[in-house]
């Protein structure tokens, strides 16, 4: 098994059985996920910004306009901290103290830099709309050099990374099983609804087919993780 | 209107147009979320948490182990970035570049520094429980002594903060809305579950009507925004 070496930065310390260092586990809460939040510092100050990613392999890729100035704060070489978290649930308990949230979360460090090669960058953004959104690029026009020119990308090789989750019922006292209060988990997922048609849609044009794991009513984290397995899968 | 005042920290300077920094819109976002993501640094390097919070007024408050390495540094007074996003759903144009994201975000500046006075704790303890969860406080036990030293809470004056949110449909450009391509939005939203009582549930304890909102069914944004607006409104 493949694991992620953890040093004092990435190293999970409370309640640290909740910790996982193996790609395994770290790659598959990615893989679930479509928006990650990136930590970096400019001039001292911390930022902490939502953006939507990709990853292949243990190298991870988030782009935007090229008036981003995170992105170009980033470009040259910036320590970042990039995470997802999945929420799951919220655990109630028959104390406040033992009230705790079900979730999924991954911790990742590296170093961003810019992927400048135009042919690498628009390899890498076939890759992401495939990733999310399997077919599509065989749906929409082209990108333009213009467009590729305004897009900057960003990766940065995981040097660390860890996996945290929590799972199941509440955990309370031996004593508070007795009391009289209403115990157990309210579930919390993101859920596709169904899709809405932009109203300037060309007459005939129907949801395609590379879509329809789009559901209504399924659970967004399900359809990412197949998509992902889709792409890896078959590139092998 | 009460307004947060943009520094070059706040200001929105991409699409400028979704940028707002008057406070119904900021709190708007807050109220409606249970997990931001929160920027700092730990000698030069930075991190991002997830993790719970409540509001009041302009200000936020966080909470979690004595032992937590985030929370320990945050409560000497550290610059932190507080960002809460809201994923609403996938934008579907007519090319990739155009695909964009449906959210809400807010990303709020302070500096952190911690919560002592016992008393001050507790009741901002109570506000958080009865903020998520209205009537909980009056079902569970309280706290104790060892759980209230064992807690280390942090809280943040907004200085400054902005709001950004897409909504709506793709803009596409011109020539491409005669393409056979489809196009639209796949809408994307938090949903609570049914919940799961603990498998050691005390025989004949039913689920409490503070907890009603949380209908399987219901998007979790809604639920918090009515829970925080009843808190609110019972405090005038």
């Known amino acids: 098994m493949n694991s992620f070496t953890p040093t004092d930065r990435s190293r999970v310390k409370r309640l640290h059985e909740r910790g996982e260092y193996d790609e395994a586990a770290v790659f598959a809460i990615l893989d679930a996920g479509m928006i990650a ?12 910004t939502p953006t939507a990613y990709w990853r292949e392999g243990r190298r991870l890729y988030w782009h935007g306009s090229s008036a981003s100035r995170m992105l170009r704060s980033q470009a040259k070489g910036l320590p970042v901290c990039f995470t997802v978290t999945h929420l799951d649930g919220m655990v109630m308990a028959r104390s406040g103290f033992h009230h705790s949230i079900n979730y999924r979360s991954v911790m990742a460090f590296g170093t961003a830099s810019i992927v400048d090669d135009p042919a690498v960058k628009l390899r890498h953004l076939d890759r992401f709309v495939e990733r999310l959104f399997p077919g599509r690029n065989g749906d929409v026009r082209a990108s333009t050099a213009q467009e590729l020119k305004g897009t900057t990308m960003v990766s940065m090789e995981i040097d660390e990374a860890s996996a945290k989750h929590r799972v199941g019922p509440p955990k309370d006292d031996d004593e508070d099983y007795a009391l009289d209060c209403w115990a157990g988990v309210i579930p919390v997922a993101q859920i596709v609804g169904a899709p809405i048609g932009d109203p300037k849609l060309k007459a005939g044009v129907g949801f395609p087919d590379g879509l329809k794991g789009f559901a209504a009513g399924a659970r967004l984290d399900a359809v990412l993780t197949a998509h992902a397995k889709r792409q890896t899968g078959s590139e092998k």
């Open 37 to 48: 939040h990136i930590a970096y510092i400019i001039d001292g100050q911390p930022y902490v």
